[in-house]
């Protein structure tokens, strides 16, 4: 049975508040980050309350990031309780995806070995390097940086056996 939790996907993070109004700083995880402004209902997850919905009545850039005002967030102090929560939207609200595309979210957990069955560990996070995204691969042994080109470095994404295979010399990375 699937929960709540398993139908979101993160797309960014509260940050310290913003002014005394109730606005937050944010900042956005999605890969163009402007892609958080378009949307207009996030979900918070807190320790107490799990998964709750609020309107994003207003956002604008600031910095490299953002500032928002969102629903039932009155003031200043208020918004201190919300600093470094994590907001998400329920999968359902994603594009569907082409082939050899895939959420980076997706992805994160999965078992990663070689084309030759060298277990090299699971992937912890990818991020954006001068735009080649990057696997973080977590061993037993060490923590591997390798870059997601697909059909090149990646040759397969098995989501039915949780598995990347690489073709990827894992001695030089």
Do not use: C
């Amino acid at each position: 049975m699937s929960t709540v939790a398993d139908k979101m996907v993160v797309i960014g993070r509260l940050g310290r508040p913003y002014g005394v109004s109730g606005w937050q700083h944010i900042q956005s995880f999605t890969q163009d980050k402007k892609s958080i402004t378009q949307i207009k209902k996030w979900f918070i997850e807190s320790k107490s309350e799990g998964w709750t919905e609020h309107d994003v009545l207003a956002i604008k850039p600031h910095g490299k990031d953002f500032v928002a005002k969102i629903s039932g967030i009155e003031d200043k102090e208020h918004a201190s309780l919300f600093s470094n929560l994590t907001i998400a939207i329920p999968r359902s609200q994603l594009s569907k995806l082409s082939a050899g595309e895939f959420y980076w979210a997706d992805l994160e957990g999965l078992s990663v070995k070689t084309k030759e069955g060298v277990d090299l560990g699971k992937v912890a996070y990818l991020y954006d390097n001068a735009g080649s995204d990057v696997l973080v691969v977590r061993g037993k042994d060490k923590e591997r940086h390798i870059p997601f080109v697909w059909q090149d470095t990646v040759l397969d994404v098995d989501f039915i056996e949780d598995l990347i295979t690489l073709d990827w010399d894992f001695d030089i990375a």
